[in-house]
């Protein structure tokens, strides 16, 4: 099993532009999440779903999108990228035990 | 009051030490404890989970909860240079899909 991958590894974007970050897991887990970590910072929540079409906010959601509409992938979407979602993208999942594995990350620059 | 608390360090100590890191929580709905630890540029690797109050042995790795005091702890014995990395303690209330509430990790540097 590859486990959760995320791509792109690294991106610059300018402010107003808009990009999707991927994230797949191939656990064939129901629950994924998106989080976002600063430099010195924990990991807040972004998004999360707990299955195919079903979504909903976590701690941080503004300025950010998802959509699940297959198990394993589940991409967050930034609109109109500002600097301050420069920061480091990370995916996640779970099944209905609680050991949540993480993907390796997404940089994203935004200037 | 953040929900949950952990010094950042930088904590430095000699190979072969036995290292303390711990978090303090205010939230006493939290059920499930975890430890991560994240090397540099790397995604957050799960180290430990517990269940409530207890202990849990791992190896050299032992996770403690105490839900009284709200404080969560991780002993690493016989540290090695290998176990440098940034640990982070996280939590949640209930299973399935509850995300996670961090601590904002513990840089660990073990000396040669």
């Known amino acids: 099993n590859a486990g959760v991958t995320q791509t792109p590894k690294f991106r610059i974007l300018k402010i107003g532009q808009s990009m999707t970050l991927q994230c797949t897991q191939d656990?064939?887990?129901?629950?994924m999440y998106w989080y976002r970590q600063d430099p010195g910072m924990g990991l807040k929540l972004i998004y999360y779903?707990?299955?195919?079409?079903?979504?909903d906010k976590g701690e941080v959601p503004n300025g950010y999108n998802v959509s699940r509409s297959t198990t394993e992938d589940f991409p967050l979407r930034l609109e109109l990228a500002a600097p301050s979602q420069t920061s480091v993208y990370f995916c996640?999942?779970?099944?209905?035990?609680?050991?949540?594995?993480f993907g390796p990350g997404t940089r994203l620059t935004v200037t | 009051q953040k929900e949950v608390e952990q010094d950042p360090g930088p904590l430095s100590v000699p190979e072969g030490a036995i290292v303390s890191l711990n978090c303090t929580y205010s939230?006493?709905?939290?059920?499930?404890f975890m430890w991560y630890r994240q090397y540099s540029r790397k995604g957050p690797e799960l180290l430990m989970y517990?269940?409530?109050?207890g202990n849990k042995e791992d190896g050299r790795f032992t996770a403690q909860v105490d839900k009284s005091s709200k404080y969560i702890s991780l002993f690493i014995r016989d540290s090695q240079p290998s176990d440098s990395a940034t640990y982070l303690c996280?939590?949640?209330?209930?299973?399935?899909?509850?995300?996670?509430?961090f601590g904002k990790g513990t840089h660990l540097i073990i000396q040669p």
């Open positions: 779903s707990v299955g195919a079409g079903i979504t």
């Open positions: 656990m064939n887990h129901n629950y």
């Open positions: 996640a999942s779970n099944s209905r035990g609680y050991e949540q594995y």
């Open positions: 996280a939590m949640r209330r209930g299973g399935g899909a509850d995300g996670l509430t």
């Open positions: 939230n006493s709905a939290f059920q499930y």
């Open positions: 517990t269940y409530s109050s």
